[in-house]
């Protein structure tokens, strides 16, 4: 990183920046946060800066102990942006160590070991919310319903300070399952799935964000205001997200005609959990997935592939983050592969023969 | 016409307006005019005047003659002369800094204007009709006439291609795509009908029934132009092709106009095609009906530094510091210089470079024109990759050029890389990835001369071991003729000692 001047042409530019990028993504996301925050109240609120205030500390760290400069790189956008994906995928009122353990391994594990921004092969928000996932199981599935900020019910900042923070007030009576833990749990018993409570009204309540889940689980309309915003920028490109809802859509699609009993509709499956936020703002993080659009259509329906194997067969209700981090690992090797055709030579890459020039005369 | 899609390039502001609406100005006489020997692609010129020594305008003062290529390699015989801009008085010859970024010092005559501007004897006017096409290609040899457009490959040795190459079209590059630039666009709409005339002779020279004139949409004027010059021309036409970078580079004008793409490694003569530049057409029309050489060519002075932008008729080794006193100076301390266009451009600092055959635009760009950003890390985002015309992977060839993997660069593609800078253009981390191709291709050719130095090395060792081995035998024949003559005096004189012994006794 450098303003060295350049001593070679363009001496122009297009408007395009790091942070600016980074912001107009955190624009996007804006409208579906706020909505959670609002849900979710104030608890939801304190633990969304702890994680990004923690990510801002662990960036800074890493850059002083990698010997690189501490402010340009903190303030791209890169480590809030990071942080801010992380308060997504946790439960809302996850205890303050979950969020500075989340940023931690998000920003020291996820980016700075392998080198900083641009060099990591899974994505950071994705790696610490497994990583969690599977080190404290109760703590990030502990969902509950929605105590809208200012609601009677809802805790006060004092008292969302004390569960944050000292894991304070019972608030058992407030869990709920999310609807894809209740058909889980109703596959494990050999149960119809119909008897899950949301399914009979899913669609419109999941669009709207009143199911119980993680932050970034909650207003599917509010993400795909976002991730349109996005795509009409030209930040995103369209072929994750669509390769992936494409994907997702026609096995989940195929697997609910053929038993409606064990695998719930199409709809469920795009709509539920994280597959919304993760197609238009976890896939499609530049730095791990692949670079050219045709590579980007592979990673997106492996993504939605693998998500409909992991939530129908595995034993964890939720799928998107384990499936991103799969393919992430595929991604070196679809850009391997996929590459495209340099003018003037054929696909394998032989300069074009003469028989064009046949074509030419004539 | 149909045409057909190029993938890749950029759209960038194109500022054209700052002078697309100034007609082509003369400019006083400068004080001095520095002259490069070399201004073209190939073997430099040798100067052919004396200090001291007058000569008029159109004289001949460097070339490089038959025996000067004796010594390059047979396949690239390839130079240009030059001649005096105006008449006056030669005052140096010696190396001095090169308008080039690497300010390299090169041989450069020195020329003081005595204000006459009287023109010397000149070759007679050709009439095109009646002559024969190698007589108009020597006349556009002596005239030291090189591509316009930039690349200043001598057009005489370009239309050697008619020789071995069957060629059906000429296509007359009139897609002036760099942003600013705007001669090329004046020069059409101010002279179409010799830019056409030299069109007619290029026709007649190299047999060709079919000549596409190639014009980006948005000149609505000098497509005009054109199309009135063209009149009832055969085979001729105007043809628009959309305003897009860089739809001016040879190879995708060429996959616009005619769907095929010029085979990696070949010339546009492999698919029958041969490209000129409307300014090279304009240059031929004044050498062969005026008998004049290239000494001038029109210029665009913009950018947002520049106090009153405009497009001059130049004389060639004008400098670049009385170019812009001629344009009333900087508006603001200009945050980047460059000969050529944003996109391409070699940058400069000093204002007392010469004004060359192939200097179609000097500009003065502010800081906001020009927007430094900070150079980042990669982040993968992929916005080089559809902006590349060439269909390469930049972020890719950057990594590895960056690494000096030149090899696997060149596997991937290096030498594909036409240096158009579009990737550069969109890189949000702005990573000077032109600077890195550039830095690749030296050392691609620095690889290749190394193979071929190393092939005449061991050619010279081989012959000089032969040599050695040969002396050794020589010498050891020698030595052993050298013993047996010893052995055979020894013999001799033993056998005289025993006859002498056999006396006495």
């Known amino acids: ?362 | 016409m149909k045409l057909f899609e190029i993938k890749g390039g950029v759209l960038p502001k194109d500022h054209k307006e700052l002078s697309a609406n100034k007609a082509i100005q003369e400019v006083p006489m400068p004080l001095e005019l520095s002259l490069p020997m070399h201004q073209h692609i190939g073997i430099a010129a040798k100067p052919m005047v004396q200090v001291g020594e007058r000569v008029t305008k159109g004289q001949l003062i460097g070339l490089c003659a038959t025996q000067c290529l004796e010594g390059s390699a047979s396949n690239n015989r390839i130079t240009a002369p030059v001649h005096a801009p105006t008449s006056g008085r030669i005052s140096n010859i010696a190396m001095q800094r090169s308008p080039h970024p690497s300010g390299l010092p090169e041989m450069m005559v020195t020329l003081q204007p005595d204000g006459a501007d009287r023109w010397g004897a000149l070759p007679r006017a050709l009439d095109p009709a009646s002559s024969s096409a190698s007589e108009l290609v020597e006349r556009i040899q002596q005239s030291g006439i090189v591509g316009m457009g930039g690349a200043m490959f001598p057009t005489a040795a370009k239309l050697e291609a008619r020789k071995y190459s069957d060629l059906h079209s000429l296509i007359i590059n009139g897609a002036e795509c760099e942003p600013y630039l705007t001669a090329d666009d004046r020069l059409m709409r101010e002279q179409a009908q010799k830019i056409v005339d030299g069109i007619v002779i290029l026709q007649h020279i190299l047999n060709v029934p079919n000549v596409i004139i190639a014009i980006e949409d948005r000149r609505v004027h000098a497509v005009d132009a054109m199309r009135t010059a063209i009149g009832a021309h055969k085979g001729m036409s105007v043809v628009l092709v959309p305003t897009r970078y860089p739809m001016g580079s040879e190879k995708h004008l060429i996959k616009a106009l005619t769907g095929q793409e010029v085979p990696s490694g070949s010339l546009p003569s492999s698919l029958g095609l041969i490209v000129n530049n409307v300014g090279t057409a304009y240059a031929i029309h004044e050498a062969v009906r005026l008998g004049q050489p290239l000494i001038s060519r029109i210029v665009t002075v913009s950018g947002g530094a520049i106090k009153n932008p405009g497009n001059y008729h130049v004389l060639l080794g004008t400098k670049v510091s009385h170019l812009v006193e001629t344009c009333g100076g900087f508006s603001q301390q200009p945050e980047q210089m460059m000969i050529g266009g944003p996109m391409m451009g070699l940058p400069f600092s000093d204002l007392e470079v010469p004004i060359t055959k192939g200097t179609n635009g000097i500009l003065a760009l502010t800081k906001s024109e020009v927007k430094p950003g900070t150079h980042r890390p990669c982040i993968r985002c992929g916005a080089c990759i559809p902006a590349c015309p060439s269909g390469l992977e930049p972020q890719d060839l950057f990594v590895l050029v960056r690494n000096e993997k030149i090899e696997p660069a060149i596997d991937a593609g290096l030498a594909d890389c036409i240096l158009c800078g579009a990737c550069s253009y969109v890189c949000p981390s702005h990573i000077p990835l032109v600077q890195f191709f550039n830095y690749g291709k030296g050392q691609a050719l620095e690889m290749r001369n190394e193979v071929v130095r190393a092939a005449r090395l061991k050619q010279l060792s081989d012959e000089r071991s032969v040599r050695v081995e040969e002396k050794a035998r020589q010498k050891k024949a020698k030595q052993e003729a050298r013993k047996k003559a010893i052995a055979a005096r020894k013999k001799a004189q033993e056998q005289e000692r025993a006859q002498a012994g056999e006396v006495k006794a």
């Open chain 1, 1 to 362: 990183m450098s303003r060295a001047k350049t001593i070679s042409a363009p001496f122009t530019h297009a408007i395009t920046s790091v942070p600016r990028t980074m912001l107009l993504v955190m624009l996007a996301l804006a409208p579906a946060t706020a909505f959670s925050l609002y849900q979710f109240g104030w608890p939801a609120i304190i633990l969304f800066f702890i994680i990004i205030g923690s990510s801002l500390l662990f960036e800074a760290l890493s850059l002083l102990i990698a010997r690189k400069p501490v402010t340009p790189f903190l303030l791209d956008g890169s480590a809030v942006l990071t942080g801010w994906l992380v308060a997504m995928a946790l439960p809302p009122w996850a205890p303050w160590w979950i969020g500075v353990l989340g940023g931690f391994i998000a920003i020291v594990f996820g980016k700075h070991i392998y080198g900083g921004l641009g060099q990591n092969i899974f994505n950071p928000a994705m790696v610490a919310r497994i990583a969690l996932l599977i080190s404290f199981p109760l703590e990030m599935t502990f969902f509950m319903q929605p105590q809208p900020l200012f609601a009677q019910q809802s805790p006060n900042f004092l008292q969302a300070m004390d569960i944050i923070f000292m894991g304070g007030i019972n608030i058992d009576a407030l869990t709920s399952a999310s609807t894809l833990t209740q058909i889980k749990v109703l596959q494990f018993d050999g149960q119809s799935i119909e008897a899950a409570t949301g399914l009979v009204s899913y669609l419109p309540t999941a669009m709207l964000g009143v199911l119980p889940g993680s932050m970034g689980e909650m207003s599917v309309l509010s993400l795909i205001v976002g991730g349109v915003f996005l795509l009409a920028l030209r930040i995103i490109s369209w072929h994750t997200p669509v390769a992936m809802f494409a994907s997702m859509a026609l096995i989940a699609g195929i697997a609910h005609f053929f038993n409606p009993a064990f695998h719930p509709g199409m709809w469920t499956h795009l709509f539920s959990g994280g597959f919304v936020l993760g197609a238009f703002f976890i896939a499609t993080d530049y730095v791990t997935q692949p670079v050219s659009n045709s590579g980007r259509l592979i990673f997106g329906a492996g993504v939605g592939a693998l998500t409909f194997v992991i939530r129908a067969y595995s034993i964890f209700p939720e799928g998107v983050g384990f499936a991103i981090l799969l393919m992430n690992a595929m991604t070196p090797l679809i850009d391997h592969y996929i590459k495209p055709r340099i003018f003037g030579r054929s696909k394998s890459g032989e300069p074009l023969a003469s028989e064009q020039l046949e074509r030419g005369r004539q």
